[in-house]
């Protein structure tokens, strides 16, 4: 089968990497992510990666804990830089090039974000993967994905889970839990499904992206999605 999209971005939340192990990074996990990205990539498919940083820290929650919240969503877009650099040196083990930039400057390390160059290393076929969120305080990675996917012009946001979908509850507390298979943005917006923030979705929303939602922990799940295999949750206008 071939690929329905030429240039996707992927939302990886941070605990996707964390594996069974609660916390951090999972080798293994880790690997077999990797793996599936180097396969898209070998597919000729542009992969644009945003990744989260909860399995290292999580602003919100440091926030919740009496931390001033700028302060803690600093720590959490500087562990979202952690996971990047975790990423980039996997998939690089597998022999694709990957280009890391940085929403807040830290040169030694990464290159600062800049969409052009952003666009330019997706052209030449290397995974960019955008770390430290948006760089402000009070903004989701996943408002990021939003951002960083309309700047480069991905045709639709791949948001990597831990459950196959959007329910209409939470299926791991009520067996009867109902998946959609398609929702508007409004509908999220509206039944308040905790799919991405409501920031998140609004731009979405506005600029007509769509984002499939699905599970990362079913092997192989990424590539279907990308073949056009009815995985998930479609969520568009
Ligand atoms: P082309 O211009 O398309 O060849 O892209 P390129 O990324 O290979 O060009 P460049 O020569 O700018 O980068 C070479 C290497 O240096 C790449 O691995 C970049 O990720 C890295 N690099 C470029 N700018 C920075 C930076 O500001 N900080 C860090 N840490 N690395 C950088």
């Known amino acids: 089968m071939s690929a329905n999209y030429k240039r996707v971005l992927i939302k990886l939340s941070g605990e996707a990497l964390q594996g069974d192990q609660g ?17 898209l990539q070998r597919m000729g498919v542009e992969v644009a990666i945003v990744i989260g940083g909860g399995n290292i820290f999580r602003g919100v929650a440091g926030s919740t804990a009496g931390m001033d919240r700028t302060s803690a969503d600093y720590m959490g877009m500087l562990a979202t830089v952690m996971n990047g650099i975790a990423l980039q040196d996997a998939i690089e083990r597998l022999g694709v090039a990957t280009r890391l930039q940085t929403a807040l400057e830290i040169k030694e390390i990464a290159e600062p974000y800049i969409r052009r160059r952003a666009t330019r290393h997706l052209e030449k076929g290397r995974v960019v993967i955008f770390g ?44 009867n839990a109902k998946r959609f298979e398609r929702l508007t943005y409004l509908d ?11 920031t998140a979705i609004s731009l979405c929303m506005e600029n007509d992206l769509p984002i499939i939602v699905f599970d990362l922990n079913q092997a192989g799940n990424i590539k279907r999605v990308i073949e056009g295999e009815d995985l998930g949750t479609l969520i568009c206008p």
């Open 132 to 175: 430290a969120g948006t760089g402000n305080p009070y903004f989701t990675t996943d408002t990021a994905a939003a951002l960083r996917a309309m700047e480069v012009q991905a045709e639709v946001i791949l948001k990597a889970t831990n459950v196959d979908g959007v329910y209409d509850c939470d299926p791991r507390t009520n067996p």
């Open 23 to 39: 916390y951090g990074i999972s080798p293994s996990t880790l690997e077999t992510f990797a793996g599936e990205i180097a396969e």
């Open 188 to 198: 999220v917006l509206s039944k308040n499904l905790r799919v991405m923030d409501s």
